[in-house]
């Protein structure tokens, strides 16, 4: 299971990356980066096998 944080809005990637997570058989979750820490979390304490890429809000190079 991925648990995917888009920041402060929930914010799909494109269709190609959801569809090769797919074709890997990796369940994923996209979310605000406040409720993926959460379900994280959560997730997390319950023992399951779980993942999480954060992508942060106003982040500049």
């Known amino acids: 299971m991925l648990v995917i944080g888009t920041g402060r809005r929930t914010i799909f990637p494109d269709v190609e990356v959801l569809d090769y997570l797919s074709s890997?058989?990796?369940g994923y979750e996209c979310m605000d980066s406040r409720s993926a820490a959460r379900t994280f979390n959560l997730l997390v304490g319950e023992g399951r096998i779980?993942?999480?890429?954060?992508f942060l809000a106003n982040v500049r190079d």
């Open 24 to 26: 890997l058989h990796i």
């Open 50 to 54: 779980v993942s999480v890429a954060m």
